[in-house]
């Protein structure tokens, strides 16, 4: 009988009498033949799928069942014993245990019989190779997983050195059991070198034959050390393991008197100790810091290391390893914004978010590495130190990290406040990098610690997202503020040259009427001599008309004001940025005209560069279009000297400075970048 069951599917199913079939399926026995290729059509065999079933000769007598196993949902046909899978001695199917709570001197009934895959439960390993399955006194035979006592012991055992840590076995993984084992080997040898060092040693002195005794801990020191560093190639669980297990091993060793100083530090076992101690605290709070420990094991460790019993030498060491988890809520609330004081009260209990330095570094350099920058500023903001010279290198980044995060406007008012401006602290290099982030919006990507780090870097700058150039004016009014407070950035030569860079652009700009450049040096005056603005600003009126003129002049009015305080060196570069623009350094040289004394030295002092570089054709031949220099006679500098008024040549002849003050700027000195240059004539 051939019947087909779906499609791509046919059973066959092979019989001598179709009615000695059983009705009941759940007894058929099948067996699959291999199916074989076969020209016949009427023999259905070609396809794969194609399965043939023969049922055995089954009578309808044997079918029937009774009233009961037809009601039942199941009928057993077949059984044999089930396989022993390894197990606990309590779990034997084998042997019948006996539960007893804490009975160690002699096996409890049978509880020493064991059968081939019996384990004992407190070593974890066949119950055959057990050295104490059954020794009086400690009979593991009568281990079970439902006493305390046994527990216990098991723990003890399979935990061994890591139990002080109160660690749980579902803790221990393959690193941690390595690093128990090396803390073991580190015991013993350590040991030895302590008893060695306790004996110490008999040495000869060099002139004499005297012989003293020598204790020297400086062995012990080395090996400690090279321990550490093992550790530092651990695993961090691991690793963190092992450097407060070693801890507690030398930390209560003691210097022995002996009759010859020591050569070196690390021979004393007191200072050898303190170096020691401050690696391991350093290295396991930047674990707790940078690797991702939970929470609960951090307290682990942070337990094991109070309960070490410290000398009295050590004794401020004590709470090192107080470092709050990331998680927690006080400093969780802080990074978000959500605690702007740093101060939480909770049941009447008042929480300050206060942390060691060396904490504060830590949590500052990976926030850096990990670019959350705002959730960095909120968190330097607040939090509290034990050393607050080390944490106002940290404060003076700030502006830098509002600029990593885009916010160039709030940059630079954190730089210059009213009080202890981190201004205050620039350097020049440091004022040009500024000046280069919020002119580009671009900024290298740094992990620091003191703003100084920023200017030695060779990393590439890249642009900030979301951040725009700072305009000419917020740029301008940034550098003049930091002048202000920064006598090193006011100073400098290359500072100046930057700031130039900035008004004086590549294409000229059209030379202002003369109205506005005779106003112009009274504005500028009043706004750099305005003390008592900290803002610095810039009258909406004087860049009404010609708004980038007017922000050249303020800075070349500036300039103006710190040649008259002090040389300037070097100069040319300075001088070189107006190229574009003649008519604002001819305009600086009718200001510098009220001080004919300093002005004369200024000359003197450019004169001496020109001849001093090697380009000094090219400088002087710029020099000569606007004012005279030191070469072209000696003459000149004579009138300097009689007090004579400085002469300045123009296309329509000399004219002297003071007439030149006195014309105002719509005298020809405006025309000085046309002129030929030639000596002064004396004075009639």
């Known amino acids: 009988m051939c019947t087909s069951v779906d499609a791509g599917e046919v059973i066959i199913i092979l019989s001598d009498d179709e009615d000695e079939i059983c009705s009941d399926p759940s007894l058929l026995i099948v067996e699959v033949e291999d199916v074989k290729k076969s020209g016949d059509e009427d023999e259905i065999c070609s396809d794969p799928s194609v399965l043939i079933v023969e049922v055995e000769d089954v009578k309808k007598s044997d079918c029937v069942l009774s009233p009961t196993a037809l009601d039942e949902d199941l009928v057993v046909t077949f059984s044999r014993r089930a396989e022993v899978l390894p197990h606990?001695?309590?779990?034997?199917?084998?042997?019948?245990?006996?539960?007893?709570?804490?009975?160690?001197?002699?096996?409890?009934?049978?509880?020493q019989l064991m059968c081939d895959q019996c384990f004992c439960y407190i070593c974890d390993k066949l119950a055959s190779s057990c050295l104490m399955w059954s020794q009086t006194g400690v009979c593991h035979c009568n281990s079970h997983k439902k006493s305390n006592f046994w527990n216990h012991l098991r723990d003890c055992v399979l935990l061994g050195g890591l139990k002080t840590f109160n660690l749980t076995l579902s803790e221990i993984d393959a690193p941690l059991r390595h690093a128990e084992t090396m803390l073991q080997w580190f015991r013993q040898g350590l040991s030895d070198r302590f008893s060695s060092f306790l004996k110490g040693k008999i040495v000869e002195l060099e002139n004499s034959r005297q012989k003293v005794l020598l204790y020297d801990y400086l062995p012990v020191y080395d090996y400690v050390s090279s321990f550490l560093n093992a550790a530092d190639e651990q695993e961090h669980r691991a690793a963190a393991i092992m450097r407060l297990g070693a801890a507690e091993d030398f930390i209560g060793h003691f210097q022995v008197s002996g009759t010859v100083p020591l050569q070196s530090p690390m021979s004393n076992a007191v200072k050898a100790k303190l170096v020691l101690l401050q690696r391991v605290i350093a290295s396991v709070q930047r674990q707790m810091v940078m690797a991702d420990f939970t929470q609960e094991f951090i307290h682990k460790l942070q337990d094991f290391y109070k309960r070490l019993c410290f000398p009295a030498e050590l004794k401020n060491m004590k709470n090192s390893l107080c470092v709050r988890p990331w998680d927690d809520v006080l400093l969780v609330s802080v990074l978000k914004g959500q605690n702007v004081s740093g101060v939480r009260k909770d049941k009447?209990?008042?929480?300050?978010?206060?942390?060691?330095?060396?904490?504060?570094?830590?949590?500052?350099?990976?926030?850096?590495?990990?670019?959350?920058?705002?959730?960095?500023?909120?968190?330097?903001?607040?939090?509290?130190?034990?050393?607050?010279?080390?944490?106002?290198?940290?404060?003076?980044?700030?502006?830098?990290?509002?600029?990593?995060?885009?916010?160039?406007?709030?940059?630079?008012?954190?730089?210059?406040?009213?009080?202890?401006?981190?201004?205050?602290?620039?350097?020049?290099?440091?004022?040009?990098?500024?000046?280069?982030?919020?002119?580009?919006?671009?900024?290298?990507?740094?992990?620091?610690?003191?703003?100084?780090?920023?200017?030695?870097?060779?990393?590439?700058?890249?642009?900030?997202?979301?951040?725009?150039?700072?305009?000419?004016?917020?740029?301008?009014?940034?550098?003049?503020?930091?002048?202000?407070?920064?006598?090193?950035?006011?100073?400098?030569?290359?500072?100046?040259?930057?700031?130039?860079?900035?008004?004086?652009?590549?294409?000229?700009?059209?030379?202002?009427?003369?109205?506005?450049?005779?106003?112009?040096?009274?504005?500028?005056?009043?706004?750099?001599?305005?003390?008592?603005?900290?803002?610095?600003?810039?009258?909406?009126?004087?860049?009404?008309?010609?708004?980038?003129?007017?922000?050249?002049?303020?800075?070349?009015?500036?300039?103006?004001?710190?040649?008259?305080?002090?040389?300037?060196?070097?100069?040319?570069?300075?001088?070189?940025?107006?190229?574009?623009?003649?008519?604002?350094?001819?305009?600086?040289?009718?200001?510098?005209?009220?001080?004919?004394?300093?002005?004369?030295?200024?000359?003197?002092?450019?004169?001496?560069?020109?001849?001093?570089?090697?380009?000094?054709?090219?400088?002087?031949?710029?020099?000569?279009?606007?004012?005279?220099?030191?070469?072209?006679?000696?003459e000149y500098w004579d009138q300097q000297a009689s007090g004579c008024s400085p002469q300045l040549f123009t296309s329509e002849g000399p004219v002297t400075v003071s007439a030149v003050v006195a014309a105002g700027s719509g005298s020809p000195l405006m025309c000085l970048s046309n002129t030929e240059f030639a000596a002064p004539s004396p004075p009639d």
Not at 88 to 111: E, K, L, Q
């Open 348 to 634: 009447g209990k008042k929480d300050v978010l206060s942390e060691q330095i060396s904490v504060v570094l830590l949590r500052t350099e990976l926030l850096q590495r990990q670019q959350r920058y705002r959730e960095l500023c909120r968190y330097i903001r607040v939090v509290k130190t034990d050393d607050i010279e080390l944490l106002q290198p940290v404060q003076d980044l700030l502006p830098y990290f509002m600029c990593m995060e885009g916010d160039f406007t709030s940059s630079v008012h954190s730089l210059s406040p009213s009080v202890n401006a981190p201004a205050s602290r620039f350097t020049p290099d440091l004022f040009l990098f500024y000046l280069r982030i919020f002119k580009t919006a671009t900024a290298p990507k740094l992990a620091v610690m003191r703003p100084e780090e920023l200017c030695c870097s060779d990393a590439a700058w890249e642009p900030i997202k979301d951040a725009v150039p700072l305009t000419s004016a917020a740029l301008v009014k940034f550098a003049l503020r930091v002048q202000r407070c920064s006598s090193a950035v006011f100073t400098d030569s290359h500072c100046w040259t930057g700031l130039l860079t900035v008004v004086n652009t590549h294409t000229a700009l059209p030379e202002p009427s003369s109205e506005f450049l005779q106003e112009a040096k009274h504005v500028v005056n009043s706004i750099l001599h305005d003390q008592f603005c900290t803002n610095l600003l810039i009258p909406g009126f004087f860049q009404k008309v010609y708004p980038d003129q007017a922000l050249l002049l303020l800075v070349t009015g500036a300039l103006g004001l710190r040649i008259c305080k002090a040389p300037l060196s070097p100069a040319l570069p300075v001088l070189e940025t107006f190229k574009e623009n003649t008519w604002a350094l001819a305009w600086l040289w009718l200001n510098l005209s009220s001080n004919p004394e300093r002005l004369s030295s200024f000359l003197q002092e450019i004169s001496q560069e020109t001849e001093n570089t090697t380009d000094g054709e090219h400088w002087l031949s710029f020099l000569r279009a606007i004012v005279p220099t030191q070469s072209s006679s000696t």
């Open 88 to 111: 606990a001695r309590y779990d034997c199917p084998i042997h019948t245990f006996t539960a007893t709570d804490c009975i160690i001197n002699t096996p409890v009934a049978g509880n």
